[in-house]
């Protein structure tokens, strides 16, 4: 009877790291989620941002920061401190504008350079529809006229025991958005997690390719 009872406590104690290690990576990946989620509704907004201003990274960038702030603690827990919690949302959106320069990557998979050529050095939108008419091939024309972004984002890891376990998970993938956290990483307290979102939309304004 004691040897089973010695035997379930060898048991429990070797289990119980692993159950604790679980429990905290779905904590985790739970909040990796999260931060995925508001990516895409950022990006959506930064892709807006861009189809209306020729694609100008500043306008993107700064959009895809504003919403990304949504997702750190800005607001107190207080209702009647209104200054306050106007005080921390700015501050946290500093802190994602500031971030946003180091820790983000907004890539325009199309329109290439290709395509601007193609099109003669502009993408214009002016007599849309007789432009389309008048073009030679159809395709390409409205091919040139749509918007590809792939955007990355690096996010921190605070779950403990996680963060780290994902860190080292992290350095065995040959992965070019992890790689680019990890360079990264010298500007933050925690491991960082690379956060990719691509997506489509038409162009609204003339392009020139000029930033």
């Known amino acids: 009877m004691t040897g089973q009872r010695g ?25 990796i989620s999260w931060w995925q989620l508001n990516l895409s509704t950022a990006s959506n907004y930064a892709l807006r941002s861009g189809a209306i201003q020729g694609l100008n990274s500043t306008a993107m960038r700064t959009t895809l920061a504003a919403g990304m702030a949504a997702v750190q603690p800005q607001l107190s827990n207080t209702v009647n401190n209104d200054q306050s919690d106007y005080a921390r949302l700015l501050v946290a959106l500093g802190r994602s504008q500031l971030w946003s320069r180091w820790g983000s990557r907004i890539e325009v998979l199309q329109p290439t350079k290709a395509q601007l050529q193609q099109q003669g050095g502009v993408i214009a939108l002016d007599h849309n529809g007789l432009r389309y008419q008048l073009s030679n091939d159809a395709k390409a024309y409205v091919a040139a006229r749509t918007i590809e972004l792939e955007i990355w984002w690096c996010m921190p890891l605070r779950v403990p025991l996680a963060a780290e376990a994902l860190a080292a998970l992290r350095q065995r993938w040959a992965n070019p958005v992890q790689g680019f956290c990890q360079q990264r990483q010298a500007l933050s307290q925690a491991p960082l997690w690379g956060l990719r979102y691509r997506l489509q939309g038409p162009l609204l304004s003339d392009y020139t390719g000029a930033d």
């Open 7 to 31: 035997q379930a406590v060898i048991e429990t104690m070797l289990l119980l790291p692993l159950v604790l290690l679980a429990s905290l990576l779905m904590v985790q990946l739970v909040w």
